[in-house]
Every structure is written in structure tokens, then in C-alpha cells.
């Protein structure tokens, strides 16, 4: 079993820009090498929804439309974290957001977001407001 940790969360004025870090640690001889990371966030009274994911080696990367050209995921394998960088923020984008990682396997994070309910491992999340 995995654990993530995500921080970077905060309150920023519409127009702003946040960085979320995911810090991964796993069992001996784990590495992120080997599993896809995902982004999702929980707006209040809302279901939780897909941000990005990247794939194990970082070759493949999708984003929901609604961040698409302002979000970027990246991952740094050697450190064992994942980050989303959040630039133009809108009070739309108020929610907590989580990372999640699942063991690579053909097809994850291949062309479309992975679903919530596909991912093993999650974070306990991080806040992001997004106000005047």
C-alpha cells in the first residue's frame, strides 16, 4: 500500500496561480517508475471529478477540459512526487484536491482521464479556494 501526501493547497484571488506536490513512499524496492499518478478535486456539494493524469513514464498526459491550457501534471520519479501546477484560477476551480496512483497497465492514462474508482492509492487531500 501507498502513501501520498499532497500539499500546496491554500486561498489565492481569481487570476492566481497555486503548485500542489504529491510525495509518494511505498513499501521497500516501490518506485513511481512504476505507477500512473492522477489529479482529481472535490468542489463543495459536488461529486469528486478527474483533473489530469500522467502515465509511469510521463510519455502520456491528459487533462480535463475544463483546466486544459492553464493545469499542468508532472512527475519526478526520482523524488517520488507529482505536481500540478495550477496557473489562472478561477473560483470554479475551489475544491480539495487529491492524487491518487495505481500500478501502471496498458491503456491507463492512455487518450482519456482514469476514473476515481480505478485508482488503489489516494491522498488525504489538500484545499484550494479561490476567492476575491
Known amino acids: 500500500q501507498l502513501q501520498l501526501v499532497e500539499s500546496g493547497g491554500g486561498l489565492v484571488h481569481p487570476g492566481g496561480s497555486l503548485n500542489l506536490s504529491c510525495v509518494v513512499s511505498?513499501?521497500?524496492?516501490?518506485?513511481?517508475?512504476?505507477?500512473?499518478i492522477g489529479w482529481y478535486r472535490q468542489a463543495p456539494g459536488k461529486e469528486r471529478e478527474a483533473v489530469s493524469c500522467i502515465n509511469s513514464n510521463g510519455a502520456s498526459i491528459v487533462y480535463a477540459n475544463s483546466v486544459k491550457g492553464r493545469f499542468t501534471i508532472t512527475k519526478d520519479n526520482e523524488q517520488s512526487t507529482a505536481y500540478l501546477q495550477m496557473n489562472n484560477l478561477q473560483p470554479e476551480d475551489t475544491g480539495v484536491y487529491y492524487c491518487?496512483?495505481?500500478?501502471?497497465?496498458?491503456?491507463?492514462?492512455?487518450?482519456?482521464?482514469?476514473?476515481?474508482?480505478?485508482?488503489?492509492?489516494w491522498g488525504k487531500g489538500t484545499l484550494v479556494t479561490v476567492a476575491s
Open positions: 491518487a496512483a495505481e500500478p501502471t497497465r496498458p491503456g491507463l492514462c492512455r487518450g482519456s482521464l482514469v476514473r476515481d474508482i480505478d485508482m488503489t492509492s
Open positions: 511505498g513499501f521497500t524496492g516501490w518506485r513511481l517508475n512504476f505507477y500512473g
